[in-house]
């Protein structure tokens, strides 16, 4: 089974909108770390985001904010007032148990999302 | 720019070859990580070392390899290589105690 599902391949948005880009994970271990990372077409991947398993809230950076939803193993980015951009492929994570020092990542397949003026 | 560095950016080669792969932690950074990312494969993690040792392993071919060095640098080395090894090869670092992974620009290989 798959730990990490992006079931949207692409999406489309308008620049100035906000857009959910959707995530779900699956792990029995009570402590892990989800991330979310961009990569523009020039490849680079940038963190954007990070939620603890046991944070109470939902982590914001900037325009980014993680909608954590435990209980539904649900993670998505919020992307609020899209700008053009933002057009690039991004991708959810998760590291498992065992904390800092052992913090090895598994990545979803991705969601390639465009902004359209 | 994430502050991690990794040469060369791109790589042309023959199946059969070896070659070397560098990176350069943030400064400060104890843990290094190597990931491929292919068409096929996704993004897979490959190693990690946390100041010069060992200290998890994913899904790394025998034919490849990897150290740190005691100035916190670390190579990757991919020999007898093969078609399916052009990848991009990325490096991570993260600073000791903290979760967040940055990574570097990447090495892209093409094995022809």
């Known amino acids: 089974a798959q730990k990490i599902t992006q079931t949207q391949p692409g999406m489309f948005v308008q620049e100035k909108e906000a857009v959910t880009l959707d995530c779900t994970y699956d792990t029995s271990d009570p402590s892990y770390g989800l991330f979310w990372y961009k990569q523009p077409s020039s490849g680079e991947m940038i963190f954007l985001i990070y939620q603890g398993s046991y944070d109470q809230q939902n982590a914001t950076e900037g325009r980014y904010s993680l909608n954590f939803q435990k209980a539904r193993k649900s993670a998505n980015l919020v992307i609020s007032a899209s700008q053009l951009g933002d057009s690039a492929m991004y991708f959810c994570a998760m590291r498992e148990g065992r904390g800092s020092g052992y913090s090895t990542l598994t990545f979803g397949k991705g969601t390639m999302l465009l902004v359209s003026p | 720019d994430s502050g991690v560095t990794q040469t060369p950016k791109h790589l042309i080669t023959a199946t059969g070859q070896r070659v070397t792969l560098r990176c350069s932690p943030r400064?400060?950074?104890?843990?290094v990580y190597w990931y491929q990312q292919s068409l096929d494969q996704g993004l897979q993690f490959l190693i990690q070392?946390?100041?010069?040792?060992?200290?998890a392993k994913g899904n790394i071919l025998e034919r490849f390899s990897a150290q740190q060095f005691p100035d916190l640098h670390s190579e990757l080395n991919l020999s007898s290589l093969e078609l399916g090894d052009s990848a991009l090869y990325f490096c991570?670092?993260?600073?000791?105690?903290?979760?967040?992974?940055?990574f570097g620009p990447g090495t892209r290989l093409l094995v022809l």
């Open positions: 070392y946390y100041n010069g040792e060992e200290r």
């Open positions: 400064s400060g950074d104890l843990s």
């Open positions: 991570a670092s993260s600073e000791a105690g903290r979760e967040t992974q940055y």
